[in-house]
């Protein structure tokens, strides 16, 4: 499996702190993404790296990618409660002619207030 | 823009029935779309990639005969769960994307299996 592995696979926190989601994986990339998942719905799009990048913002959100160590980390500052969600990378490359992502395995966010 | 919807966003059948999602792109026109399964707390695994007018690229493991894909148009592409059974039981997710584009997700279906 091309799956990729992130760590940890739950993490709680309180409201204001941190929070940093690590994720791996194994294939060489165009992109990487990151996408929340509120429980029970579908996914929102939070920010694209694409593999020349080294790191990007976005509001409180901030993406590093290590091509050389096929990790990428999400660091969401100042959390807040509304921010629990699971969080999952994923990772674009040309397969058969089109652009699949492979998901990750996930980080489930807890903040509690 | 870039909004992709889903119908039904949740079913329930017996177990033999054939099930039909719909996945549309509502603003734009879809070179691609993508058919992903979700188990509860797992990630999500791609079934199959679909190019309007070709047949469906199915993933390893997925059964072609058992989840029927058609995109018929550059806006619809259908996922007909055949004969479904308990197992089938699973959060089905779409997604469209455009030539050179990201893909854009739909909400979800929740399929229940009686």
């Known amino acids: 499996s091309q799956q990729g592995e992130e760590d940890p696979q739950a993490l709680s926190i309180q409201e204001g702190e941190n929070a940093t989601m690590n994720c791996s994986y194994k294939t060489s990339i165009n992109n990487l993404q990151w996408y929340r998942q509120n429980s029970g719905r579908g996914l929102v799009h939070l920010i694209l790296i694409r593999s020349n990048e080294r790191e990007k913002h976005s509001g409180r959100l901030r993406v590093t990618l290590d091509t050389s160590k096929k990790s990428s980390s999400l660091l969401i500052t100042a959390s807040r409660a509304a921010d629990t969600a699971s969080y999952f990378c994923a990772t674009a490359y040309i397969g058969t002619g089109f652009q699949k992502l492979v998901f990750g395995t996930g980080t489930r966010l807890l903040v509690s207030p | 823009g870039a909004v992709v919807s889903q119908h039904p966003s949740w079913v329930i059948c017996k177990s033999g029935t054939s099930v039909k999602i719909e996945c549309r792109s509502l603003?734009?026109?879809?070179?691609?779309m993508f058919w992903y399964r979700q188990f509860p707390k797992q990630s999500l695994m791609l079934m199959a990639t679909s190019n309007e007018g070709s047949k469906a690229t199915y993933e390893q493991g997925v059964e072609k005969d058992k989840f029927l894909i058609n995109h018929a148009s550059l806006t619809l592409s259908t996922l007909t769960v055949t004969s479904a059974h308990p197992e089938d039981s699973s959060f089905y997710i779409c997604?469209?994307?455009?030539?050179?584009?990201?893909?854009?997700f739909g909400p979800g279906t929740r399929l229940t299996v009686l």
């Open positions: 997604s469209a994307r455009r030539l050179g584009d990201e893909q854009f």
């Open positions: 603003d734009f026109q879809a070179t691609t």
